[in-house]
């Protein structure tokens, strides 16, 4: 499977949407993109004419964005634990407050096949399954720092178990975790191989150690943000097969993207943030310095 940068957009200090993107952000299901800034605590809803809906909240860090069975829109937030939902005219009310349930931060809101939604606890390393109500129905706990939490295409709910170097996945029908890639060790190997047998990249003194980033595609194919190696890894639905697609080795947080570049292995891919994938693209946000970034838009080439 072949991939080519279909286009890269640099974000200045102060920029939020660019071309009908942010630098961070995630398309929902229904096509509309969600422009998220997590540090200015900004939402804003992207439609398809490159028009900007700001959210209105008390936004505390927010993460991530999905859309309930009924339409409504839910923006999880890492700050206060805090998981807003909105109506079709955007007005905002608490769904979750985290701290009623003990945790200390949220991560990802994952809507699952049942409508229900999944939490992640980052610093707690647990997963919260809540219904549209808001109503506790059960915790899974026993991982590591979780950086992220997708839904794939088979309906199962996929872990970035980060500070474990792995990917693992959960079964809803039955809760049981599979592993899907990681020794369990730092490092950077097992391209060619099964991804089990495969190691990310580490940093024990940055604050975020491990892989950070997790996507996957309508064919049940896995992205890795691969953050201190400085690459993008695949996993193969199929296969399970692991291998580079995107990065280039070393890197410089000083050196923005060539706009020209096509080829995506020669990417300047410092800091890897959370990916999207929609439309046969995978939206890759990379830091740079001074609070500037990259987004680098692959395009699949079969």
């Given at each position: 499977?072949?991939?080519t940068?279909?286009?890269?957009?640099?974000?200045?200090?102060?920029d939020?949407v660019?071309?009908?993107?942010?630098?961070?952000?995630?398309?929902?299901?229904?096509?509309?993109f969600?422009?998220?800034?997590?540090q200015?605590?900004?939402?804003?809803?992207?439609?398809?004419?490159?028009?900007?809906?700001?959210l209105?909240?008390?936004?505390?860090y927010?993460?991530?964005?999905?859309?309930?069975?009924d339409?409504?829109?839910i923006?999880?937030?890492f700050?206060?634990?805090?998981?807003?939902?909105f109506?079709?005219?955007?007005?905002?009310?608490?769904?979750?407050?985290?701290?009623?349930f003990?945790?200390?931060?949220?991560?990802?809101?994952?809507?699952?096949?049942?409508?229900?939604i999944?939490?992640?606890?980052?610093?707690g390393g647990?997963?919260?399954r809540?219904?549209?109500?808001?109503?506790?129905?059960?915790t899974?706990?026993?991982?590591?720092w979780?950086y992220?939490?997708?839904?794939?295409?088979?309906?199962?709910?996929y872990?970035?178990?980060?500070?474990?170097?792995?990917?693992?996945?959960?079964?809803?029908?039955?809760a049981?975790?599979?592993?899907?890639?990681?020794?369990?060790?730092?490092?950077?190997?097992?391209d060619?191989?099964p991804?089990?047998?495969?190691?990310f990249?580490?940093?024990?003194?940055?604050?975020?150690?491990?892989?950070?980033?997790?996507?996957?595609d309508?064919?049940?194919?896995?992205?890795?943000?691969?953050r201190?190696?400085?690459?993008?890894?695949?996993?193969?639905g199929?296969?399970g097969?692991?291998?580079?697609?995107?990065?280039?080795?070393p890197?410089?947080?000083?050196?923005?993207?060539?706009?020209e570049?096509?080829?995506?292995?020669?990417?300047?891919?410092?800091?890897?943030?959370?990916?999207?994938?929609?439309?046969?693209?995978?939206?890759?946000?990379?830091?740079?310095?001074?609070?500037a970034?990259?987004?680098?838009?692959?395009?699949r080439?079969?």
């Open positions: 499977m072949l991939w940068v279909e286009a890269v957009v640099h974000f200045d200090t102060g939020f660019k071309d009908g993107l942010s630098h961070f952000g995630f398309h929902l299901r229904d096509g509309r969600c422009a998220i800034s997590h200015n605590h900004r939402v804003s809803l992207v439609d398809g004419t490159g028009a900007v809906d700001e209105s909240a008390p936004f505390s927010p993460m991530y964005a999905d859309l309930l069975d339409g409504s829109l923006v999880s937030n700050g206060d634990a805090h998981l807003y939902s109506d079709e005219r955007l007005r905002a009310t608490v769904l979750v407050d985290g701290k009623e003990g945790l200390a931060d949220m991560g990802n809101c994952v809507v699952g096949p049942d409508g229900c999944w939490v992640n606890e980052v610093t647990r997963i919260r809540f219904d549209t109500s808001g109503r506790l129905i059960e899974l706990d026993g991982f590591g979780i992220d939490l997708r839904r794939g295409p088979d309906d199962r709910i872990v970035l178990e980060s500070t474990n170097f792995a990917v693992r996945v959960v079964d809803p029908a039955n049981a975790v599979m592993h899907v890639a990681g020794t369990g060790r730092p490092g950077y190997s097992g060619g191989g991804a089990v047998d495969a190691s990249g580490g940093d024990e003194a940055a604050r975020f150690n491990g892989p950070i980033s997790l996507s996957l309508e064919r049940g194919n896995v992205f890795i943000g691969d201190f190696n400085h690459v993008v890894r695949m996993v193969y199929e296969s097969v692991i291998e580079t697609i995107a990065g280039a080795v890197a410089s947080a000083s050196r923005s993207n060539d706009v570049e096509r080829d995506p292995l020669r990417l300047n891919l410092p800091q890897i943030s959370s990916m999207d994938y929609y439309d046969e693209r995978l939206y890759v946000p990379t830091d740079l310095a001074g609070e970034g990259d987004l680098c838009v692959l395009r080439d079969e």
